[in-house]
């Protein structure tokens, strides 16, 4: 699968994290940060970060997990199962694999490496 454009990165990012296409300032600014700096998880955290963001995301008492729609968008977006890359993956014993509760919910590939023995 080719990679996404900078730009069709960040128009992914609006559409998952915030529901909507990004606007020409907010979609040249993300993309120029994305090019100048090489890390489109610059770009997410600084979406996340942001006050829509954190409205949007606010569970009201009683309704399911979020993170588990913003998965399902994603993953819709992307077109193929979401990839989750652990460094320091090491677990700790029977259920201690924090990705166990999205497993659930969604296809997962996942992979994870340390260092140690």
Not at 48 to 72: C, Q, V
Not at 78 to 92: E, K, N, P, T, Y
Request: aromatic fraction near 4%; charged fraction near 20%; hydrophobic fraction near 40%.
């Amino acid at each position: 699968m080719p990679a996404l454009s900078c730009e069709a990165c960040v128009s992914a990012l609006h559409r998952c994290c915030l529901g909507r296409e990004p606007d020409p300032a907010g979609l040249a600014g993300w993309t120029n940060l994305i090019r100048c700096l090489d890390d489109p998880t610059l770009a997410l955290a600084g979406i996340m970060a942001s006050d829509e963001f954190r409205s949007r995301s606010a569970a009201p008492a009683g309704s399911s997990d979020r993170s588990l729609e913003i998965t399902a968008q994603a993953r819709a977006v992307l077109d193929r199962r979401l990839r989750i890359v652990d460094v320091g993956a090491q677990l700790l014993g029977v259920g201690s694999n924090p990705y166990d509760p999205l497993v659930r919910h969604a296809p997962l590939e996942i992979i994870g490496f340390d260092p140690l023995k």
